[in-house]
């Protein structure tokens, strides 16, 4: 199947113990594009209203989006993106009129992080600018540790859209655009993320597509910011600090990619940060060196451990 180079990196996530609930009714059939040299990538989905795991969260999914189950999300994943197989996830949502293998395809993978709560006193403190040269720096160094092990380079080039979080509604969004140090690469990848933060863990929302795209996909997930809420028992508000877990990390941590540097490889989200036709493993561990140095940067210039 024919694909986007930038889709290729696109995402790859490990397991957790949630599920998505099956739906009541038959699927819909996505609309598709038809590309000239080859049948569109069908998938089943449906719109409405989606549980997420074990009563975790809820989507109220409109009709220009469908929701794809999990089993639905890996197909997806590994035949039309060309990811390795093994992805675990709480599903995915893709545009309902697009086909998903066609170079304005695109979608959303859903997962969910249980490393506890995350406290949030940080977040009308944090400084992105800084934040921002701070990635960069280790991007640069992860990209020179992909080369060695011979591997494309890949830079951050900045925000395409600036972290904002939303006291009331403990929503975080921001967007990152990312490129290639390669000759030959064309459009840059932009990875726009979507975090929610819950009882004690956080809704971890992806998406992957070109920078082209950048003013259809920020439309369309801000209206996934919207429909995309946990469910009572699972809230933010519904934590106790006498008995509950509180994360090792706040919002920068989020922004910085914490969760993924503090899970390790397999256990919670993993984002390949540019897309190239396969996510591979060995490129993604050089990703965590990096990151691991950032935080332990961090750590030292806050007294942290």
């Known amino acids: 199947m024919q694909g986007r180079w930038w889709l290729s990196w696109v995402l790859s996530v490990v397991a957790v113990s949630a599920w998505a609930q099956e739906p009541a009714e038959p699927p819909a059939r996505a609309e598709a594009v038809e590309e000239a040299d080859e049948p569109p990538f069908v998938v089943n989905g449906r719109s409405g209203t989606v549980e ?24 997806v994943l590994e035949e039309a993106w060309g990811n390795p197989p093994g992805a675990t996830t709480l599903g995915m949502l893709v545009p309902a009129n697009v086909d998903v293998a066609a170079p304005e395809g695109w979608g959303v993978v859903i997962n969910y992080a249980d490393d506890g709560h995350v406290e949030d006193e940080d977040a009308s403190s944090i400084d992105y600018a800084e934040l921002l040269k701070e ?21 951050l080039v ?31 990848s932009l990875n726009y993320n979507v975090r929610i933060l819950g009882k004690e863990g956080v809704l971890v929302l992806n998406a992957v597509s070109g920078m082209s795209q950048l003013p ?26 006498s008995t509950g877990r509180v994360a090792a ?5 989020l922004v910085a990619g914490k969760v993924a ?23 993604v561990a050089a990703l965590f060196v990096g990151l691991g140095k950032l935080f332990k940067r961090r750590g030292s210039e806050d007294g942290t451990p």
């Open 135 to 155: 990635m960069q720096e280790s991007t640069r160094e992860e990209s020179a540790e992909r080369k060695k092990a011979g591997y494309g380079g890949i830079e």
């Open 261 to 283: 540097a503090k899970a390790g490889l397999f256990k919670g989200l993993l984002t390949a940060l540019l897309a190239a036709k396969k996510l591979v493993i060995a490129g």
């Open 52 to 75: 997420l795991g074990d009563g975790l969260a809820r989507m109220e999914v409109p009709a220009n989006f469908l929701y794809l189950a999990p089993e639905e999300a890996a197909r």
């Open 216 to 241: 259809h996909v920020e439309k369309d997930m801000q209206q996934v910011l919207g429909f995309t809420s946990f469910k009572p028992g699972h809230r933010y508000e519904d934590f106790d600090p």
């Open 158 to 188: 900045g925000w395409a859209a600036t972290p904002h979080y939303d006291p009331g509604t403990r929503k975080l969004y921001w967007a990152k655009e990312l490129g290639s140090t390669e000759e030959g690469a064309s459009e840059h």
């Open 249 to 253: 990390y706040g919002v920068a941590g």
